[in-house]
């Protein structure tokens, strides 16, 4: 009889996931990884059992994107690994931290092409921050806590730990948690002072600036940071897709979005500024076009956590490495040194000409009673029946921008959208793993039905798990933003953008994955739907909105070209 | 523009991977790499030519991989660089003294006599290298390897200082 110390790896696992505080591991087990499987039985951490590894992956993602901490997924090894890819590439290219866990095959049948083997961290390679091969199973522990480390920390993303079947099954022992230490990994999280100093010179010498903000704001936790530097700043702010919520809507400085669908104010606001101070964000190329004639007339400064954001794509007059937050209290002390009992600058002029382009090009649509239902008025009245309060998901295509261009956001955390990547089907898991981590507030996904096709299936383990979730359906037979570019682009010959004459009965299939469906046909039939939507909270809810298939997004600047060529509708091309 | 970076990376398995997969993806392309072991327990050393627009972005997407511990670039002024080529040169009995002659006076170190060719092994700083084999070609290069150049920082550099900073 034995009566060490001693436990398997998969323990370890477990132990080592406990202390991280992990609360819920999104999964789908198979042959490598069961080992682990036996564990979580008695760990104190839930099991969401997804219904592919994709809709894990996304799952993890939607509960670090709505609380900013570290979302786990735990899948098996060959295609189960592989299925996690796209949601790794997603997560990195919007700094979403998740920790990843794959099975792999037995060490003694790596790199024979075993049954289920595929080069998980090779694959990994690209679409993660780290990886790691875990050869031995005294190792388990502390690669976690380094996995959770890395994940969490600097510019947030995410990290695979491959885990092969006998290391699972190893006896190893645990010992004291030990401090995270990596020679090569130390993020720099305070700004330099002498920049942050030379960034609000430029600032207060800046006739037209604009505070240009990223998802970085929201990674720091910096938005109270950022409503207080910006009014005392006394500056118009833009937020990037990855930024809605970061700064209220409804502030007078907001301008919202800007770029390939952001508003003519916002966009033109930076083509115009004379300072574009970047705080967060890596001038993507939908917010910037072609480049080289990206904000022509403005001196930049340009704060992010990771040092090769700065001056990758626009040269930075005032680059300052650091942490959002950290660096928005630095910049507010500075200035207020620096102007002692003076007033901010007024700059009327400039708040003038912003206030002029938005009285002359606001967004807008007009929703006829007798016509089709359009996306924006149904976003309109959710915002009105929720007064805003909810946390908003998006798929990709059409819908995500008229989302990002309609919805009043008041809160960080509040949207939860694929914006680097682009990946359809994101919005359904997305919201199951948001939903988890925020059981109190109303999560309500917005979806077309494109999307909605991709991943649709993880309304069973909504449902199953007791997830109540709802989620709007935006059908428009298509897809919606692929029509778009071929009427605009390609004389209106629409090459498979059509779904077909075969569409689900979304309502029935909703009922038979364990939901309630519902559809609206006409704008009448909408507020009556959300309000029945929002009144059963035991389940989760789809709702089929029939949408005018022909609707455009605009304004919009064409894909490499110009932003001084917004387009406010089809006639401007 | 053709830059010299040495890498001090951590001694792991796939480090080498990264890096050189990390070229491929950002479109920055090597002209050779070298790697071995450093003085120290642990760390290795890989020395990159690389073709680059911008090395400071470069250095910066090094930085990001997190078994990089140390990227320092090395200009042709600031380093000593040296490679090593073993070289097959055609040489019959007409041309074989002129060859071998030749090759004395540059240094080489003869490896191998063949019945039609001569081989070489040529060890020096890139221009050393490119001599030999621009008095060599007109007897013909049966076949040419080498290594990837290694480089080090001068003690009295900027660089020098930059590397053990």
């Known amino acids: 009889m034995t009566t060490d110390t001693h436990i398997t790896g998969a323990q370890a696992l477990m132990t080592a996931l406990e202390r991280e505080g992990v609360e819920v591991v999104f999964g789908l087990p198979g042959g490598a990884i069961l080992p682990a499987y036996d564990p979580l039985l008695d760990a104190s951490i839930r099991h969401v059992l997804a219904r592919h590894e994709q809709g894990a992956g996304h799952m993890a993602e939607g509960y670090a994107q709505a609380t900013g901490r570290v979302g786990v997924v735990m899948v098996t090894s060959g295609p189960g690994a592989t299925n996690l890819i796209t949601p790794l590439q997603n997560a990195l290219m919007d700094s979403t931290p998740i920790v990843a866990i794959t099975g792999q095959v037995a060490s003694h049948a790596i790199g024979t092409d075993a049954f289920q083997e595929a080069y998980t961290t090779g694959l990994a390679m690209h679409c993660t921050k780290h990886s790691y091969l875990v050869t031995d199973a005294d190792d388990i522990g502390p690669i976690i806590h380094e996995a959770f480390h890395l994940a969490g920390t600097g510019r947030p993303g995410p990290v695979l730990v491959d885990l092969p079947k006998d290391v699972l099954n190893a006896l190893t022992e645990v010992g004291p948690a030990q401090p995270v230490v990596l020679d090569g990994y130390n993020p720099t999280t305070e700004g330099n002072g002498r920049q942050v100093r030379a960034a609000i010179e430029l600032l207060e010498a800046a006739e037209r600036p604009v505070l240009f903000v990223g998802g970085g704001v929201i990674k720091a936790a910096g938005s109270a940071e950022l409503l207080a530097f910006a009014e005392a700043a006394n500056a118009p702010v833009v937020t990037t897709l990855m930024a809605r919520g970061a700064f209220p809507d409804t502030h007078p400085l907001a301008l919202g979005m800007s770029g390939m669908h952001g508003s003519y104010t916002a966009t033109t606001a930076l083509q115009r500024s004379d300072l574009l101070f970047n705080i967060g964000a890596r001038f993507d190329d939908r917010v910037t076009g072609d480049p080289a004639t990206f904000a022509p007339l403005a001196q930049v400064v340009h704060v992010d956590i990771d040092p090769a954001e700065i001056g990758k794509v626009r040269n930075a007059e005032v680059p300052i490495v650091g942490d959002a937050r950290t660096v928005l209290t630095q910049l507010l002390t500075a200035l207020e040194r620096r102007r002692g009992d003076d007033e901010a600058p007024a700059r009327d002029e400039w708040f003038a000409t912003l206030a002029g382009w938005q009285e002359d090009y606001p967004l807008e649509y007009e929703q006829d009673p007798e016509a089709p239902i359009k996306v924006q008025y149904f976003i309109d009245q959710l915002q009105e029946a929720t007064g805003g309060d909810a946390v908003v998901v998006g798929g990709v295509g059409q819908h995500q921008m008229w989302v990002s261009q309609f919805w009043r956001f008041s809160e960080p955390r509040s949207w939860i959208n694929s914006g680097g990547l682009g990946t359809m089907g994101f919005a359904v898991p997305a919201a199951i793993g948001a939903k988890m981590a925020r059981p109190d507030d109303l999560v309500f996904a917005l979806d077309g039905d494109g999307c909605f096709q991709m991943t649709c299936q993880e309304l069973i383990t909504a449902a199953t798990e007791g997830i109540p979730i709802k989620v709007a359906v935006f059908n428009n037979h298509g897809h919606g933003m692929v029509r778009q570019w071929q009427r605009l682009f390609y004389d209106g010959r629409f090459s498979a953008s059509d779904l077909g004459t075969v569409a689900p009965d979304y309502p029935a299939l909703a009922e038979s994955m364990g939901c309630v469906g519902l559809r609206a046909e006409k704008p009448a039939e909408v507020g009556p739907i959300i309000d029945k939507a929002l009144a059963i909270n035991d389940r989760p809810v789809v709702i089929e909105v029939v949408v005018d298939p022909d609707e455009m997004v605009f304004p919009m600047v064409m894909a490499g070209g110009s932003c001084e060529n917004v387009l406010l509708g089809p006639e401007d091309l | ?165």
């Not at chain 2, 090395?74 to 090593?84: D, G, K, M, V």
């Not at chain 2, 290298?129 to 040419?144: D, K, N, S, T, Y």
């Open chain 2, 1 to 165: 523009m053709r830059h010299t970076l040495s890498v001090v990376v951590e001694d792991q398995s796939g480090v080498l991977a990264r890096v050189a997969s990390m070229f491929a993806q950002r479109a920055f392309n090597i002209h050779s790499l070298a790697v071995g072991p450093t003085h120290e327990e642990g760390r290795s050393r890989i020395t990159l030519v690389v073709d680059a627009p911008d090395v400071e972005q470069l250095s910066k997407q090094l930085y990001k991989l997190v078994n990089v511990l140390k990227v320092t670039e090395l200009t042709p002024e600031e380093a000593l660089e040296s490679e090593t080529m073993l070289v097959r040169v055609t040489a019959g009995t007409d041309t074989r003294g002129t060859v071998l002659e030749a090759a004395a006076m540059l240094d080489a170190t003869l490896l191998d006599l063949g019945p039609s060719s001569v081989t070489f092994q040529v060890a020096g700083d890139p221009a050393t290298l490119a001599r030999f084999l621009e008095v060599m070609q007109p007897f013909g290069i049966a076949e040419l390897v080498k290594s990837g150049r290694v480089a080090i920082a001068k003690e009295s550099t900027r660089a020098a200082a930059r590397a053990a900073g």
